[in-house]
T-cell receptor, first 113, second 112 residues
Framework: EAGVTQSPTHLIKTRGQQATLRCSPI?????VYWYQQALGLGLQFLLW???????NRGNFPPRFSGRQFPNYSSELNVNALELEDSALYLC????????????FGPGTRLTVT | AQSVTQLGSHVSVSEGALVLLRCNYS??????LFWYVQYPNQGLQLLLK??????LVKGINGFEAEFKKSETSFHLTKPSAHMSDAAEYFC??????????FGAGTRLTVKP
């Protein structure tokens, strides 16, 4: 069974540009979560999508947005990039109901210069 | 609201020594608890989970954790550390689908 996949692996952007990160969940999983892992700050919850709808978002500005497609894959968009957006962005997926564990992808390393 | 606290941001052990990584949770009702491991520049991998079936949970790579309700703890242990265990370990608590909380992480170093 294929795991969670993310693309691209690395992304380099300049300040003010937009970044788009993609995630494909495990087959059969309907929920996708996005996290930001900046150096020294642990995992910060960004967004949760389930069945195509945004269900919850963390304490991030509106320039962080995303969507979930009918095939349950997801996209994270970051507009007006700032230097502090440089981080590892992790996507996780979860199946329906119990259990509640999330399965993580390898991440996208975003560097803003 | 539920949360987890990982005691010790860095733990160093010698190869072959006992590994003990501490996690305490706060939750108004019995939660689901998880331990994840993250190797450098990789995503998180699920080590084990507690879902109330048994208080002693065995995971992958020889790790296990014991749920102690009286101490609100879910410490991760491994009898004998291996060099390949060097990584960052995260404890997490969840009760509902929209609310998984991660600890700050503990970086494990294994000395030869």
């Amino acid at each position: 069974e294929a795991g969670v996949t993310q693309s691209p692996t690395h992304l380099i952007k300049t300040r003010g540009q937009q970044a788009t990160l993609r995630c494909s969940p495990i087959s059969g999983h309907t929920s996708v979560y996005w996290y930001q892992q900046a150096l020294g700050l642990g995992l910060q919850f960004l967004l949760w999508y389930d069945e195509g709808e945004e269900r919850n978002r963390g304490n991030f500005p509106p320039r962080f947005s995303g969507r979930q497609f009918p095939n349950y894959s997801s996209e994270l968009n970051v507009n007006a990039l700032e230097l502090e957006d440089s981080a590892l962005y992790l996507c996780a997926s979860r199946g329906r109901g119990i259990p509640l564990e999330q399965y993580f992808g390898p991440g996208t390393r975003l560097t803003v210069t | 609201a539920q949360s987890v606290t990982q005691l010790g941001s860095h733990v160093s052990v010698s190869e072959g020594a006992l590994v003990l990584l501490r996690c305490n949770y706060s939750s108004s009702v019995p939660p689901y608890l998880f331990w994840y491991v993250q190797y450098p520049n990789q995503g998180l991998q699920l080590l084990l989970k507690y879902t109330s079936a048994a208080t002693l949970v065995k995971g992958i790579n020889g790790f296990e954790a014991e749920f102690k309700k009286s101490e609100t703890s879910f410490h991760l242990t491994k009898p004998s550390a291996h060099m390949s265990d060097a990584a960052e370990y995260f404890c997490a608590v969840s009760r509902e689908a929209n609310d998984m909380r991660f600890g700050a992480g503990t970086r494990l170093t294994v000395k030869p």
